[in-house]
C-alpha cells in the first residue's frame, strides 16, 4: 500500500540503465537469501534466490551477488524498464523456519 | 489460477472490536503464513503452519491467533483490536517451509480507530 513506503531508501534511475540495490545482512548464519518486488498495493513477488554456497546466481535480467565476508547482498537489474519500478526487499533465512525481511528499497524508472 | 485469496481488501475497526481474516491458497501447498507490514518495519511474521494441523508463532504473535481450517485456508483472529494493530496484513504459502519461494496475497489494509 502507499503508506507503506513512506520512509524507504530511494533509488532514481533513468529507463535504459542498469540499478543496484544493496542490501545488508546481520547474521553470518543465514544460509538463503531471497529477493521479492512489490509493486504498489500489491503482495511481494518472487524475483531471485540464493544459497550462501554461492556468490552469484542469475535471472532474466537480474543477477544477485553475495558477500558473506562484509555480510552484503546485490540485487543487479540489467536495463531498468519503467515496469521494474517498485520497491525490493532483501530477506535472509536464518535457520530452517524463519524468513527475516529487511526494510526495502523504492526503486523509480523515469522513462 | 487464482494463488493466494486474502479477505476483505479493506476493514476499518473500531478499538476492541474482533475481527478474522481469512486465506485461501489453491497451489496445493503445505505451509502458509501470515505477515503484517508497517512503515520502515518489512514484513514481519505473526504466526505461520507449518503443515496442515500445526501453528507457531512468529516473531510478533501478541494479540491474534490463527486457524489452520485445511490445507487451503489459513485464518487470522484479532480478539480485541488496538490501533497498534493497523498494518497491511500479508496472507503467503510455500510448498514446504520457508526454503524457495514465498507467494504472498495481495494484502489486507486494516485500521483500527
Known amino acids: 500500500g502507499e503508506s507503506v513506503g513512506l520512509h524507504l531508501p530511494t533509488l532514481s534511475v533513468q529507463e535504459g540503465d542498469n540499478s543496484i540495490i544493496n542490501c545488508a545482512y546481520s547474521n553470518s548464519a543465514s544460509d538463503y537469501f531471497i529477493w521479492y518486488k512489490q509493486e504498489s498495493g500489491k503482495g511481494p513477488q518472487f524475483i531471485i534466490d540464493i544459497r550462501s554456497n554461492m556468490d552469484k546466481r542469475q535471472g532474466q535480467r537480474v543477477t544477485v551477488l553475495l558477500n558473506k565476508t562484509v555480510k552484503h547482498l546485490s540485487l543487479q537489474i540489467a536495463a531498468t524498464q519503467p515496469g521494474d519500478s517498485a520497491v525490493y526487499f532483501c530477506?535472509?533465512?536464518?535457520?530452517?523456519?524463519?524468513?527475516?525481511f529487511g526494510t526495502g528499497t523504492r526503486l523509480l524508472v523515469s522513462p | 489460477n487464482a494463488g493466494v485469496t486474502q479477505t476483505p481488501k479493506f476493514q476499518v475497526l473500531k478499538t476492541g472490536q474482533s475481527m478474522t481474516l481469512q486465506c485461501a491458497q489453491d497451489m496445493n501447498h503445505n505451509s502458509m503464513y501470515w505477515y503484517r507490514q508497517d512503515p520502515g518495519m518489512g514484513l514481519r511474521l505473526i504466526y505461520y503452519?507449518?503443515?496442515?494441523?500445526?501453528?507457531d508463532k512468529g516473531e510478533v504473535p501478541n494479540g491474534y491467533n490463527v486457524s489452520r481450517l485445511n490445507k487451503r485456508e489459513f485464518s487470522l483472529r484479532l480478539e480485541s483490536a488496538a490501533p497498534s494493530q493497523t498494518s497491511v496484513y500479508f496472507c503467503?504459502?510455500?510448498?514446504?517451509?520457508?526454503?524457495?519461494?514465498?507467494?504472498f496475497g495481495e494484502g489486507s489494509r486494516l485500521t483500527v480507530l
Open positions: 530477506a535472509e533465512r536464518r535457520g530452517f523456519q524463519k524468513l527475516v
Open positions: 503452519s507449518a503443515s496442515e494441523g500445526t501453528t
Open positions: 503467503a504459502s510455500s510448498e514446504q517451509g520457508f526454503t524457495g519461494e514465498l507467494f
